[in-house]
């Protein structure tokens, strides 16, 4: 019986390797692996799939790009049924290189989870997806690094739902 759990975390884990290699062997990722603490932050993000995110990704059911863009943090969009992008903006990039780059990485899994979620496909509550999006990156242990960053916003009603949710999953985890 514990052969069976070892070859599916195995099983898991090569999987994230697989999409790993993947996607930094995309040109649309070259801007990436130009920097080395912005890769190092996508690293972290990519060993840290959840097993729905990489059921998802794997093997090449759907692929996620991430670009370059213009904005504040960023943006998910799905293009196509199986194609979608991830905008990255400038004050994003900053978050990725600076001293606490797990704010950044939490912000890249709530993008990825808009697109796990299916979120440009489906009509739905923007709170709703908001929430779903944070509880993906809170699945991927970056809740409290996430919740830093909406500490960081205009503190409008979508903010304040969305921290106090966070909060909730953080201190349920922990009793």
Request: proline share 3%; aromatic share 10%.
């Amino acid at each position: 019986m514990l052969n069976y759990f070892k070859r599916k975390t195995k099983s898991i884990n090569q999987k994230r390797l697989e999409i790993k290699e993947a996607f930094f062997k995309s040109s649309h990722h070259n801007w990436i692996s130009e920097d080395r603490y912005v890769k190092r932050a996508f690293v972290f993000l990519l060993e840290n799939l959840t097993e729905e995110a990489v059921n998802f990704l794997y093997p090449n059911k759907q692929e996620a790009f991430f670009i370059k863009g213009n904005g504040r943090l960023g943006t998910a969009l799905g293009t196509k049924k199986n194609t979608h992008l991830i905008l990255v903006y400038p004050d994003l990039i900053k978050m990725l290189t600076s001293g606490a780059p797990l704010m950044g990485v939490a912000v890249l899994a709530h993008e990825l989870g808009h697109i796990v979620k299916g979120h440009s496909f489906k009509i739905i509550d923007p709170l709703k997806a908001q929430c779903e999006a944070d509880e993906f990156a809170y699945e991927m242990g970056l809740g409290n690094e996430l919740q830093e960053v909406l500490m960081d916003q205009n503190p409008n009603i979508e903010t304040r739902t969305r921290i106090a949710r966070l909060t909730s999953l953080i201190l349920s985890k922990r009793q």
